[in-house]
């Protein structure tokens, strides 16, 4: 089958690999129709994750049918169609007894990264039962592709982490693709202010246009007292870090009010300064979290009721054999304009 | 009357001041029967606080009787046994209605801050509807002055936002008073192990006979590999810490387990880092909070139905006129061993 | 001045009263701008109330205009407008402290029941600071009765007690004023499902208006089969009651599903029978509450910010001296069509 | 293989029945080396579920070591000590990943009541994985029977849905030992009061040395008035329900305070009266609950640690050669003064 492979930093191609096979009771092959890229393959692409081995096929997003199954998986039989959670969760350990199946003992993020991956005609999903998800009759399955990652990253990481509540003030930091599925899950809650902060005045009107009440543009460097002034002098309930720097974490730090919630979603490379000198006495929540994507049953639900309209991130699609493509398009973000671009078998 | 009486870095006295008069309808003045030095008191002598101003009595804890009252308080009259909470609460702003009493937008810590405190025969108390609790008849009085600040500390800041739970297992880095006041707090909840660290075998030996399951001396500076050590390699669902500075926070992310909490309650006079380059995908939460003294009728329950002892915090007592002497006693803790010094009128 | 006057069951008059005067420090008398009338009121002056006594004004509802304040008064000045809670809270009790003003110790639902109440030309309002709101500047008036008492009971007795979250599925037995208040306010959480129950099919179109996803008549006796059609066979996640007979309990419990929450909202005159011969292993709760008004802070936010339209509700408009006329249109609702009737001064 | 099988209503026998063997991949076959009788084991005797088939091998509780394994099995090998959960969870359904395994969509309470039970030399154990739990070495495994059932439920359907919380109070009706182990368990949250209400004064003897603060004979019929006595007026915050008959609902109808909760654990044959004439205002919370069993992991660690004495629950044991004696005994309690009976291999 074809796949695309990371061979090493800066090495990517599309190759010609073995079908995957059961190798455990508990797996299944799927068939993948339609997959995407994510920030964290370009991630992998830099060199960023040692714990990627060069020859891994990269992707942790999608759907598809299901192909074969073993011995041990009762959910499933071939032709079913399924969404892929990227995080594999055994279900039985300890982590995933608690709901944290992102520290699954034996599985977590292990798809594109530890074990091949869903950008390739074929996956094997280790512990299918409850690692895949049955998509509903008459779902489309394009906006589904958003439930893989994404919209249960903005959601849990960001969201629910970050407490947000009806009538409560929330501040994005990043208006990517990751800050905008917060900023659309955000709403589930119906605060009365959603600011979207981002150096980029495109993605800005994006966020906008997505159902941020304000914008700010953070070039200038007074990002922080604008949002002070939108707030009246007292700061956001809830400030979500969406781009893994320090400087965007500093900036929540400085936004959120007393009592308030930073809910950390960005991947950081390096360590940021916490303020404890200032913040010991604001009574002030920070959470860091991987997604366990727990809440893809209810995501579906939003979606299948239209509370939620996911197709909104999507704004390329390319075949298979333009996935070179695809990469290049997505990766030019600024250029192309692209939030999420999707892989169509 | 007589009063303790801040007057600049280094400078403190007892002088002869103006017994407090009723300033606003809602104020009461207090004759105090017991009153203790919390470490805060110290930090104001070294000159740490700007906000304190030079001629302010110290003292923000203790117990008393009600002196007089204004027009519109409606709990108190003269001749009740109260309670003094270290955090003066309006009950009515935005931040009182949500239980964050040490946000209140007109009181807050200010008894012996920014106003005159209890280290004195008399003090005034604003609000005192809702910053004042009544003694319930035959109560230990002496036992209630650790309500005041340094249960609720340890309780609010620790243990509740720590989130200790049955079964659960906890680290208090510190072991002084308010990591003390920790341990006895967190029992409420049963955890099953409590690991205590220090510095001092004198206070490790004290957390052990207060409940601790086991004692880290952190001095050889493998404290995190023996936490490890005792947890399994796990390390602790609750980091607690007690002490205020970036070695012990820096310890705290070392040891808290995916999932886990550090509930910070130390008192920070620079800033940490924060190593979200490897706890951005730990599920972790760090909280900070000074303490709102919410839970005061609840720990007024618990001490009333001896759930816990709250005297076992008090080492030294001393009479008014030997203030002077509780704060050098108070001050030499490593010498005296003191914890929490009571001063009796 | 003038106010509307219960003189015992069936008898209401229009009588000239002297204004009322502070009594207490912590009283304010408030000028009536706009009022409206509730359901409970007529169940007063039918006479099932035999705590409310013959000769109190009636009324706990309105926005107005604070005329004087007693010594012991903070927050608020003469020619301040405000928005009065049907639920007067001391601040200071042990309910009010937990924000269960509903139980306050002195207070609670006593306007217009156990005090002269809001339909009058002024009315005295006790603990003035925890029992008013301050009126932003430009806000809509009219729109801020309903913030009074039936949103806030709608959000919190149906709404917060039913935990009501996204993607699940609801059901709101009874689409008079209450039922679809609690109708308004759940779509904060975004449910994937909202199912209207009444008999009336004019109220289930209303109910369809605002936001039901689909509607029941139970007229025919079918209403639970059709429910659990509507919900596959599964039942709902939250059932709100918002009748108070027990007919609409039964149905209740016949349809909500295992794990779910019956939230009562009804004021009930006898005893319901509770299937626990089926119920107890259904994992379900079930929760009453009186209004404790606490959501009125952030239901003031949503309607600043446009996330609810809380002027729907009101259908008729009368000036003070057409109150017997407001009475007999809000009486007689099913000819009428009236759901809250806006009364000015 | 010997099995104690139920054989239609008042009739049980020892009888030699196939040893159970693997019909799933997900199974495992459990070689018993402890088990006990439960209430329900009664109940099912006296005929009164109708669910349960003549010819069924009763017993849902129980530790083993591990005789089979089927293909899908990852967790457990030939060998292994385990503690048998009284719930099946398949892990992988909605009420499964919600954490309700009670309601588990092919398993939930099968165990001596579908399908074959645990009162017998082998039992096999649908979705092994998730549905048996390791004994870790050294553990006591006569207390860890306790965990299969009796504890969980007192746990999670009276402490945890009771919300018992540190300073409270807490009544629970029935010292049998279901209310026992509500008692044992509460005591986790160090409520204030804990009032054991019983008509059987040996019970009652027991509560007290298990930790009850006082206790109530309510063969007099004055029990509500003793309980508001014993509260100051205000009744308790939280009433266990561990009977499963009316006049037991009705009394802790009759002591909840308001904004408390009443947690019904018991098993009823009949429709109860819910008096929301008076309760529809009381802010009370009611809840019902078929064990899940989710607490298991943390009631082990809490034996371990030795936060609980599980064995005091255990007032019997015998040989499985004596299982119609410990039948007799446990079910004359009264007289015996039996609570839990052990049955050893």
């Known amino acids: 089958m ?3 492979v990371y061979n ?39 060199g960023d994750l040692a714990t990627c081995q060069p020859g891994t096929v990269l992707g ?10 073993g011995a041990g998986v009762v959910s499933f039989k071939p032709g079913d169609r399924v969404l892929i959670s990227c995080i594999t969760a055994c279900g039985r350990c300890n982590a995933c007894r608690k709901g944290m199946y992102s520290h699954c003992a034996t599985g977590g993020w292990i798809l594109g990264h530890r074990i091949d991956g869903t950008q390739a005609e074929f996956v ?8 895949l998800y049955p998509i509903p009759d008459g779902a489309d399955e394009e906006a589904l592709v958003m439930l893989s990652d994404i919209l249960p990253t ?73 949002v002070m002034k939108l707030t009246g002098g007292r700061g956001v309930d809830t400030a979500i870090e969406a781009v893994g720097i320090p400087a965007t974490f500093t900036l929540c730090e400085n936004i959120v009010a007393p009592g308030g919630t930073i809910a950390n979603v960005g991947v950081h490379g ?46 390329h699609r390319f075949k298979f054999d333009q996935i070179l493509l695809a990469y290049d398009t997505f990766g030019k973000a600024a250029d192309t304009k692209a939030l999420k671009v999707i892989i169509e078998a």
């Not at 599309?14 to 991630?43: S, Y």
């Not at 094997?124 to 690692?131: K, L, N, Q, W």
């Not at 809440?295 to 999507?314: G, N, Y």
């Open 8 to 46: 090493g930093p800066g090495q990517k191609n599309v190759e010609d690999r073995p079908k995957p096979m059961i190798q455990m009771p508990t797996d299944a092959v799927v068939r993948i129709t339609r997959t995407t890229i994510c920030g964290t393959d370009l991630h992998i692409l830099k």
């Open 154 to 226: 903005g959601f849990e990481c960001g969201v629910l982490n970050g407490k947000v509540q009806p009538g409560s003030s929330v501040a994005i930091v990043g208006s990517g693709p990751i800050g905008l599925a917060a900023l659309l899950t955000a709403q589930f809650y119906s605060p009365a202010e959603i600011i979207m902060i981002d150096l980029d005045d495109n993605r800005l009107a994006v966020g906008k246009h997505f159902g941020a009440t304000s914008t700010v543009n953070s070039a200038d460097g007074d990002a922080a007292q604008q």
């Open 270 to 315: 390096i360590k940021v300064d916490l303020h404890l000198e200032r913040l010991w006495s604001h009574n002030v929540t920070i959470t860091t979290r991987l997604v366990d994507t727990v809440s893809i049953p209810m995501l579906l639900k939003t979606v299948q009721s239209k509370r939620i309209d996911a197709k909104q991130l999507i704004t």
């Open 60 to 69: 942790h997003e999608g759907v598809g049918i299901i192909d074969a199954v």
């Open 124 to 131: 094997r999903i280790p512990y299918a039962d409850t690692s």
């Open 2 to 4: 074809q796949a695309l």
